[in-house]
């Protein structure tokens, strides 16, 4: 729409899923989280995690690399 979007719209997400022979590789950017349905549907199987940094080993894992978290506040019912 051309607008610009504020730091609390801002963001990015992905899975990517790689299966080479019988291993899977699930890669995990941002709020989103891979699941697979095990027989027809009858299972979930959850294969990553949400990178949220409210989370307190994402915030441990976060810091450990060197970064940091500012302006953590709960989002508007409307955006979650």
Do not use: F, W
């Amino acid at each position: 729409t051309g607008q610009n979007v504020g730091p609390e719209r801002s963001g990015s997400c992905a899975n990517v899923v790689m299966i080479i022979d019988e291993m899977i590789y699930i890669i995990n950017v941002g709020d989103s989280r891979a699941m697979m349905s095990i027989d027809a549907g009858a299972k979930i199987g959850v294969l990553s995690r949400d990178h949220k940094p409210d989370d307190e080993l994402e915030k441990i894992r976060i810091q450990a690399a060197g970064g940091k978290i500012s302006g953590l506040k709960p989002l508007p019912k409307q955006l979650q």
